[in-house]
């Protein structure tokens, strides 16, 4: 049997994440001693582990304690659909670096989006920037 300290320490978090996760509703409150000492088992000890492995995951913390209890498949089915999700929000972030970009560069606030298009391939292509000027301009 373990303390809070000594499991947090164990796995690896802070004895405030061990209570977060009490509130939760993710890690079941222990038994206490008489003192009032939490107590831990291995189970608790498993169940933090797995908390822990899905929430630095990228798993949404409204869905770790469905995957605790889900079966096999459908644990499997959800992780691929959370890598599916990550995968949309990736995309997006990728999708609003470019436009910060674009902003930055001064194009996008002026031009439609098929010359911002157009002038960012011909940067690609390597020609010179005053030719790519020349055409941002006209």
Same mark, same amino acid.
Not at 130 to 135: F, G, L, R, S
């Given at each position: 049997?373990?303390?809070?300290?000594?499991?947090?320490?164990?796995?690896?978090?802070?004895?405030?994440?061990?209570?977060?996760?009490?509130?939760?509703?993710?890690?079941?409150?222990?038994?206490?001693?008489?003192?009032?000492?939490?107590?831990? @088992?291995?189970?608790?000890?498993? *169940? #933090?582990?797995?908390?822990? /492995? %899905?929430?630095?995951?990228? $798993?949404?913390?409204?869905? +770790?304690?469905?995957?605790?209890?889900?079966?096999?498949?459908?644990?499997?089915?959800?992780?691929?659909?959370?890598?599916?999700?990550?995968?949309?929000?990736?995309?997006?972030?990728?999708? @609003?670096?470019?436009?910060?970009? *674009? #902003?930055?560069?001064?194009? /996008? %606030?002026?031009?439609?989006? $098929?010359?911002?298009?157009? +002038?960012?391939?011909?940067?690609?292509?390597?020609?010179?920037?005053?030719?790519?000027?020349?055409?941002?301009?006209?």
């Amino acid at each position: 049997m373990l303390r809070i300290g000594e499991l947090a320490s164990y796995v690896g978090v802070s004895t405030r994440t061990v209570r977060f996760y009490h509130q939760r509703g993710l890690l079941p409150e222990p038994e206490r001693t008489p003192a009032g000492y939490r107590l831990y @088992d291995a189970d608790a000890i498993l *169940r #933090l582990s797995r908390i822990v /492995a %899905l929430a630095s995951a990228g $798993v949404p913390l409204a869905r +770790i304690h469905d995957l605790l209890e889900a079966s096999e498949d459908d644990f499997a089915a959800a992780l691929t659909q959370i890598d599916t999700d990550l995968g949309h929000r990736i995309r997006q972030l990728k999708d @609003d670096r470019a436009r910060l970009k *674009r #902003l930055r560069a001064g194009d /996008a %606030l002026t031009l439609p989006d $098929v010359i911002v298009r157009f +002038i960012e391939q011909l940067r690609r292509l390597g020609l010179d920037p005053v030719v790519v000027d020349h055409y941002r301009d006209s």
